[in-house]
């Protein structure tokens, strides 16, 4: 185990006030493997999550306010078809301010627009991260909670798997550098994290 990733279960340890024996340790390589391991030892289960069901909630109302849809967002439904070309950022910047947490950014791929990475063997090869608008709603919210979980979250006070999650993405985030529209439950540290 890295430098990167000791550091990152002392901050795991320190959140959630647990230990973390060596041994567990280093059988823990996903992001899931964490949330797992932490649920068992703060004996969480719940699947329900009030936490979760308000920032759909939230999310839901400024999509209708702004006027994007006429009926209900459902769990899957894929942010692009929901939003317009026209305008995407605004829109974002709209649904940022009214539900007053921070979203995660959009990716030059929403805007249309593709980065020059590299020359290989003499062409030029055009790479971008994939559209975060490409994601359902469910995806939206838990990287809603995991940007903001300090605010959402009262970690002496943790009730269900949902804000386990989110803790773990945050945290994990923080940590690794990766953008949070990167970090999936299947994430492994070393290889899809870039940590040691």
Not at 12 to 30: C, L, M, N
Not at 87 to 93: A, F, R
């Amino acid at each position: 185990m890295g430098l990167d990733t000791v550091e990152l279960i002392m901050a795991f340890e320190d959140k959630f006030k647990v230990q973390i024996p060596d041994a567990d340790a280093g059988k823990v390589s996903t992001v899931s493997d964490v949330i797992e391991w932490l649920c068992a030892k703060l004996n969480i289960d719940s699947e329900q999550s009030e936490l979760k069901n308000t920032l759909f909630s939230k999310v839901n109302t400024a999509f209708f306010d702004l006027g994007l849809i006429t009926e209900s967002l459902e769990w899957n439904t894929i942010l692009k078809e929901v939003l317009p070309k026209e305008d995407i950022k605004k829109h974002w910047n709209s649904i940022e301010y009214l539900i007053t947490y921070k979203l995660p950014k959009l990716n030059k791929s929403d805007l249309g627009i593709l980065e020059k990475k590299r020359n290989f063997l003499g062409m030029t090869i055009f790479e971008s991260k994939p559209p975060f608008l490409d994601n359902d709603v469910e995806r939206l919210i838990d990287c809603i909670g995991a940007l903001n979980y300090m605010r959402l979250i009262d970690f002496s006070n943790l009730s269900d798997v949902f804000e386990v999650k989110i803790a773990v993405m945050g945290i994990t985030m923080e940590h690794s550098g990766v953008d949070v529209d990167e970090i999936f439950l299947t994430s492994t540290f070393t290889n899809d994290l870039g940590m040691d």
